[in-house]
Each structure stands twice: as structure tokens, then as C-alpha cells.
């Protein structure tokens, strides 16, 4: 297995560029694909996540080319050319997901399977969401859980459409992206409360830009119109990722001053509230065009916080409480557990091996900090890019520390090793 060895480290200056955002990039490929015209992305993630996306999008028949600027999407209005595919998705959730749902609607014949671990991952209540408008979906192996056949079958949206919100908000993400495509009025109900809501609202921001405007009764109904149809943009920004902006702000409030480019105070991730936790840990932040500003603070506090909202973020999070002056409990992430791995248990795990004394609960975590870091700890990753990412925030404290499958980072940030040991000293 390879490894990354650390050096201890304890300044952080200097600016940082960040990667395109997952979310947003997979969203606007399915979305540009469903669209009637051509749309131009730029600033669009390079990473394997995107990368299963393209490769699915290609065996569907979509025709993507490069540009200058980034790639041009030929939209299919909707019908996708290929009416069989066998489609590799790896571990992306944010590609899987949204294309069983497209491809529910779409009158084909399609094998969608994954790595071992995407097939541990469950999507049964999408399922039988879809299932419950007439789609033909098969479980190949264990009921619940990819691998999926899906196959042509007589749809019906009459009637509201089912989902629970308190497992995964890509379940509703799917469905929204997906029922403009039957051109009828569908209503989707959410069951239970609904978690990790910005990621919705990014969802519904996208589709509004692709013409087509939910309508949405508090966090519970969301209706698509009639005759909805998505069409095409002439360009398209990819914002940075919020989400990976998380380890550098961080870094700024444990060691530095650094510059972080491609987000502001107005992005439509909600990963973009880290700033704010940032700030109620002692984080300075300041906010300009297309970068935020982060400064070392006086003293990290410990916090008891939701982190709901903040979902993938909030891993950033207990690594700061390494460095905070308590115990720091992040409450409300029970969805960690149905991620690229267990992440409630995989963070509590590699925390301990750094000398934190860590409460894991069933939807919550607790992390009191050493006194002195442990020196030299091996961190495992668990194919999981965040736990990479996240664990390289240790060596700030001045230890050394060592990365296990450090290349994991690919799925969303092949660089980010070379870009964190650019700023770091």
C-alpha cells in the first residue's frame, strides 16, 4: 500500500486555487445532457468522479467535446440516444444516483454497478420511489443496494411520489433532476425530515438555470410543472468546491494567513456556512470577489454544533477540535455512515490513533483533544478522499504524520497534496 509521510509543519500563508465543485460539476453534466441545444462548461472538476459521469454520459450517447475554455456538452432534449449501456459509476454517489433516476425515465435497458463499496451503499428508497411511478428496477445482488437493472416500463406520476429524507438528500436530488423528463406534473412527498437541505437547494438552483422552476412547500412538497423542459446554456461556471475550501480555511485558522480562490460569500454550496463554524471556533475570515480570506486564530474553541447542514464539511471539523480548548461534540451526521465508507466510525477511529479521547454516538461524535498530538500516526483512509484530506490537518500541530492511500483524493481533488504542501512550512 503506498504512503505519504507528513513533515510536521506549523505556518500556513500564502493563496490557493481551488477544484471545481463535485456537486455542482455532476449536476450540470447530467443536467447540460438532458437539455435541448449545446452548453459550454467551464471550470468543470477533473476528477474520478466526474470522470464516471463523462464515461456514462458517452455510453448513453452523448456527444462532449473539448474547448478552450472547458468541454460542450451536445444535449439529447431528453431522450438519451442509446437505449442499452452498461454503465461503470465507481464510488460516485453524485453520478449514480441522479442517472438511475434519469434513466428510470428514459425506455431502455441499463446494467448500473460500481466498486465493492458503492454496492454497500443504499439506494432502496429510491428505488422504490421510482418503483411507485411504474419504473422496472432490479436489485442484482442484495435487495436495497446496487448493482440495478433497469429496463423500459409504463410510467405513471399522477400521484405524489414518496421519498425519505433522512438517509441521503441524493435520493430527492435524483428524482427532481429526473421527472421533467416524463413532461407531466409530479408532485414527490418527503417522509421524515429532510437532511443535508443545501445540497437540495443547489439541485434547485441548477435546475432553474436549465429552465426548469420547482415548486417547493417548505422542505416537505416539490412539484414539477407540466411540460418542463430543460434547456440548454450558452456558457456555464463551475464554481470552486465549497467542500474542499473546508481544509484550507482550517489550516488558515490553525497555522496562517491564506488566500482561497474560486468561492465567496455567495456560493450556492452550503458547504460555503464552514466559514461560519470557522468562525465560532475562533477562525478569522474575511470574504472578497471569488476568494475568502482565513487568519490564525487566537485560541480554537471547542463547539457544540448541528452540522446538518454541513454534512462533508463537518469531518473538517472534528480534525479542528484536535486543537481546540475542549471537548467539541458535532451532532446530526448520522448520513457519515452511508458515505464513500463509515465515516462516524472511520474518523472516531483515526482520531484515537492521535491521542483524542472520542465519544461516537449513532448520529453524533465527541472529541476531546490530547495534550500532545501522537507522533508518526498511520492514518488509514478507508478509500474514502475526505479522511486523506482531512487527516493532513494533523501535521500543523507539529507532528509528523502518515497517510495511507494518499491517492484517494483523486475523487474529487487529484492535487491536493502538491497544492496543501505549497502553502504549508
Not at 339 to 358: C, I, N
Given at each position: 500500500?503506498?504512503?505519504?509521510h ?48 463523462l ?11 473539448q ?68 419504473a ?8 436495497g ?10 410510467l ?47 439541485t ?44 484550507f ?68 471539523l ?16 448520522a ?19 492521535v ?13 476531546t ?27 500543523l ?5 502518515t ?23
Amino acid at each position: 500500500m503506498e504512503q505519504l509521510h507528513l513533515k510536521p509543519a506549523s505556518q500556513v500563508t500564502g493563496d490557493m486555487q481551488l477544484p471545481g465543485s463535485k456537486s455542482i460539476s455532476n449536476r450540470t453534466l447530467l443536467l447540460a445532457a438532458l437539455a435541448k441545444g449545446n452548453t459550454e462548461i467551464s471550470g468543470l472538476l477533473t476528477s474520478d468522479d466526474t470522470d464516471r459521469m463523462l464515461e456514462a454520459l458517452n455510453a448513453l450517447g452523448v456527444k462532449v467535446s473539448q474547448t478552450e475554455q472547458g468541454i460542450i456538452v451536445e444535449g439529447c432534449n431528453g431522450d438519451f440516444p442509446n437505449k442499452q449501456a452498461d454503465l461503470f459509476l465507481g464510488n460516485a454517489g453524485t453520478a449514480f444516483r441522479p442517472l438511475t433516476a434519469a434513466l428510470a425515465f428514459s425506455n431502455g435497458d441499463y446494467h448500473l454497478h460500481g466498486v465493492p463499496r458503492m454496492h454497500e451503499r443504499p439506494i432502496g428508497h429510491l428505488v422504490t420511489a421510482l418503483r411507485s411511478a411504474g419504473a422496472n428496477i432490479e436489485c442484482l445482488a442484495n435487495n436495497g443496494f446496487p448493482p440495478l437493472q433497469i429496463s423500459p416500463a409504463a410510467l405513471d406520476v399522477s400521484k405524489p411520489i414518496q421519498i425519505r429524507g433522512d438517509v441521503s438528500s441524493q435520493f430527492l436530488t435524483a428524482l427532481l433532476m429526473a421527472l421533467p423528463l416524463t413532461g407531466k406534473q409530479a408532485t414527490i412527498e418527503v417522509i421524515g425530515e429532510l437532511i443535508s437541505k443545501p445540497y437540495i437547494e443547489i439541485t434547485l438552483n441548477l435546475m432553474a438555470k436549465f429552465g426548469v422552476h420547482v415548486q417547493r412547500e417548505g422542505w416537505q412538497q416539490f412539484t414539477i410543472p407540466a411540460n418542463s423542459r430543460y434547456a440548454s446554456l450558452d456558457t456555464m461556471y463551475v464554481e470552486g468546491d465549497a467542500s474542499s475550501a473546508s481544509y484550507f480555511l482550517a489550516a488558515g485558522a490553525i497555522g496562517g494567513t491564506l488566500n482561497v480562490h474560486g468561492v465567496d460569500a455567495i456560493s450556492i454550496q452550503g458547504d460555503i456556512k464552514f466559514a461560519e463554524a470557522l468562525a465560532l471556533m475562533g477562525g478569522k475570515i474575511a470574504y472578497g470577489e471569488n476568494f475568502i480570506t482565513t487568519s490564525k486564530a487566537a485560541k480554537i474553541k471547542a463547539i457544540d454544533l448541528d452540522c446538518n447542514h454541513i454534512p462533508d464539511a463537518a469531518m473538517t471539523l472534528a480534525i479542528l477540535a484536535l486543537f481546540a480548548d475542549g471537548t467539541t461534540t458535532l451532532r446530526n451526521v448520522a448520513s457519515w455512515r452511508v458515505k464513500e465508507t463509515d465515516r462516524l466510525t472511520a474518523m472516531a477511529t483515526e482520531l484515537r490513533k492521535v491521542g483524542a479521547t472520542v465519544i461516537e454516538g449513532e448520529d453524533y461524535i465527541s472529541i476531546t483533544p490530547p495534550e500532545a498530538l501522537t507522533q508518526n500516526a498511520e492514518i488509514d483512509t478507508y478509500d474514502d478522499h475526505r479522511m486523506a484530506m482531512c487527516f493532513s490537518l494533523v501535521s500543523l500541530g507539529g507532528v509528523p504524520v502518515t497517510i495511507n492511500d494518499p491517492n484517494c483524493v483523486a475523487k474529487t481533488f487529484p492535487t491536493y497534496f502538491e497544492v496543501f504542501a505549497n502553502i504549508v512550512s
